[in-house]
């Protein structure tokens, strides 16, 4: 079966979708006109859509499941392990065994706490800069995506028509607090002058800088040298910490996008590549910024 074929089990589970969800689809990136590609299991690279016809996913759920769908060592792993309990008010080993593994492998997370998504731990971040260094401001890069947090959304989908020598600080969604705005600061990707000059101008008030090396929403441009050499600088300077979003990034290097591309961030960021692709986020960093 082709698609769009409006007999299809995809078309008819999308009309029932639009009855119970808004906008009938939850992950508004995989909506596609005029329904979406229902997916009723996975192997591999491949996934069967609803209608029983496979097709090869380059999504793997945004790159989180390295190995594929379904995995047999890794459906082992899981299975073997609910099997056990599913959820713990108390900690686990198996919270300390993720700690340790990431601290080994990312040099600048020498301790982490875990939370539910990278929104969360993207949140979670904002806070603990402002906290360190007892200031209200955030820096961001315009255009990029960091989750959902009224702060880290500002300019995410700024256009040309407000484009100019100084990006405007710009609400995502209607009823934004004005404050939100006051208290973020946009700087233009790899442009070091102006983002100097805009970082500076916030001085004791910037809290920290947050960044994400390979922007997805500004086309997975990477950070230039002399960009992240400027935000070392100045961050240094004044006093401000580098968070790194690694959710998506984290992807790229065994050792973290921040490896690749010599970034020595106070806190790092990360989400469902840590757990192969189930809800789980957390924030690390050094001994300093995480205490």
């Not at 792993?77 to 990312?106: N, W, Y």
Request: aromatic content about 6%; overall charge negative.
């Amino acid at each position: 079966m082709s698609w769009p074929d409006q007999s299809s089990l995809s078309q008819a589970l999308f009309t029932r979708a639009q009855k119970v969800l808004p906008g009938g689809i939850s992950r508004l990136q995989t909506l596609v006109q005029p329904f979406p590609i229902y997916a009723i299991e996975g192997q591999g690279a491949t996934i069967i859509d609803a209608d029983g016809v496979p097709r090869t996913d380059f999504m793997n759920n945004f790159a989180s499941l390295i190995h594929g769908h379904a995995h047999p060592d890794i459906l082992s792993s899981v299975t073997e392990t609910m099997h056990k309990g599913t959820c713990f008010s108390m900690p686990t080993e198996l919270e300390i065994q993720l700690a340790e593994l990431i601290v080994d492998r990312v040099k600048r997370v020498e301790k982490i706490r875990f939370c539910n998504s990278g929104t969360e731990a993207v949140m979670l971040a904002i806070k603990a800069a402002r906290a360190r260094t007892n200031r209200p401001c955030i820096a961001k890069i315009e255009g990029a995506y960091h989750g959902m947090y009224d702060y880290a959304e500002v300019s995410l989908d700024s256009s040309p028509d407000n484009w100019g020598d100084a990006p405007t600080p710009l609400a995502y969604t209607r009823g934004t607090p004005a404050s939100v705005l006051e208290d973020t600061i946009v700087i233009p990707l790899n442009d070091s002058n102006t983002s100097e000059r805009l970082l500076r101008e916030c001085g004791d008030r910037l809290a920290g800088v947050l960044i994400d090396p390979v922007p997805l929403s500004c086309g997975l441009i990477p950070m230039a040298d002399h960009f992240i050499d400027m935000l070392h600088r100045v961050s240094r300077e004044l006093g401000a910490l580098i968070i790194a979003d690694e959710v998506i990034a984290f992807r790229l290097d065994y050792h973290g996008a921040q490896s690749r591309f010599g970034i020595d961030p106070d806190l790092t960021t990360f989400a469902k590549i840590i757990g192969g692709g189930f809800p789980v986020g957390a924030i690390g960093g050094t001994e300093d910024a995480m205490s």
